[in-house]
């Protein structure tokens, strides 16, 4: 049975809501147990499951804070959903291997999700704009 655009954006919307949160646990619990997960580019390249997808988040949550997604544009599919989004916060770590130093980052990314019949999400792909973060994180 094919999800609503409604339940679809809940979904991703408390997953989001997790991570602005910093909440590690929220964001695993969204997520199938044997979700894919790929941030493309990743040295490591895409995962699997809960667990595989956790040291992404302990990463992100220490390089970055105080981030606010802003939806710029979703499409819908039968079960899927792409978002096309801008990050907004602050990089006290070192997001993508680049010193931060407290500085405000913006960002845009987006999103391929697809849900499971349950509605956790089976597959999380996601692109960011990692020029734009180069660009605002110069290095001496």
């Known amino acids: 049975m094919a999800m609503s655009r409604e339940e679809m954006d809940r979904r991703i919307d408390a997953h989001f809501g997790f ?4 909440d590690i646990e929220g964001v ?5 147990e044997d979700v894919e997960h790929d941030i493309v580019g990743a040295p490591g390249g895409p995962v699997r ?3 595989g997808a956790r040291p ?6 220490a390089d970055l804070s105080d981030g606010k997604v802003e939806c710029r544009r979703r499409l819908y599919g039968e079960n899927f959903l792409v978002d096309d989004s801008v ?8 997001p993508f291997g ?5 500085r405000p980052l ?3 990314l ?7 019949p349950n509605g956790d999400i089976s597959r999380e792909n996601v692109w960011i704009d990692v020029g734009a973060i180069i660009r605002q994180l110069p290095q001496d």
Do not use: K, Q, S
């Not at 992404?56 to 949550?61: C, G, K, Q, S």
């Not at 680049?98 to 407290?102: F, I, N, P, S, T």
């Open 19 to 22: 991570e602005a949160r910093d």
């Open 28 to 32: 695993l619990a969204t997520l199938a």
């Open 49 to 51: 499951g809960r667990e």
């Open 56 to 61: 992404f988040y302990e990463a992100l949550f």
């Open 87 to 94: 990050w907004r916060g602050r990089a006290p770590g070192r």
């Open 98 to 102: 680049l010193e931060g130093g407290g």
């Open 106 to 108: 913006e960002f845009r």
């Open 110 to 116: 987006l999103h391929v999700v697809e849900f499971a």
